[in-house]
C-alpha cells in the first residue's frame, strides 16, 4: 500500500510563501495524478492543485491561481506546492492525495497533513 508523506507547512503572514512536499513510498503506476486539497473546519476538503505525474499537466483551483504553483520532482514520485502571496483564507489543513479526481470521497491514499496558517 502506498503511503503519502508530507512536510513543510508552518505559520506565515500574509504576502508571505510557504512550500509542502509529498514523496511517496513507492513507485506509483502510471497514469496517476498527485494534488493537493485543503480542508477547513466545517468544511469538505477542496482540491487546490493537481499534478498529472510524467505529462506534468497541472490544475489549480480558481482561488490560488496565480500564487501557487505544484510541481513533480524528476524521476521520483515526489510533487511540490509553491505557495506564494499567501492569505489569511489559505489557512487550513493541506492534505495530499494519489488521484486525478477532485472529489475527496473518491480518494483512497492521503498523507497525514500539514497545517497551513496565514496571519495578517
Known amino acids: 500500500q502506498v503511503q503519502l508523506v508530507e512536510s513543510g507547512g508552518g505559520s506565515v503572514q500574509a504576502g508571505g510563501s510557504l512550500s509542502l512536499s509529498c514523496a511517496a513510498s513507492k513507485y506509483i503506476y502510471r497514469p496517476i495524478c498527485m494534488g493537493w486539497f485543503r480542508q477547513t473546519p466545517g468544511k469538505e476538503r477542496e482540491r487546490v492543485a493537481m499534478v498529472l505525474l510524467g505529462v506534468g499537466r497541472t490544475s489549480y483551483a480558481d482561488s490560488v491561481k496565480g500564487r501557487f504553483t505544484i510541481s513533480q520532482a524528476n524521476a521520483k514520485d515526489t510533487v511540490y506546492l509553491l505557495m506564494n502571496s499567501l492569505k489569511p483564507e489559505d489557512t487550513g489543513m493541506y492534505y495530499c492525495?494519489?488521484?486525478?479526481?477532485?472529489?475527496?470521497?473518491?480518494?483512497?491514499?492521503w498523507g497525514q497533513g500539514t497545517q497551513v496558517t496565514v496571519t495578517q
Open positions: 492525495a494519489a488521484a486525478c479526481t477532485a472529489v475527496a470521497s473518491e480518494i483512497n491514499y
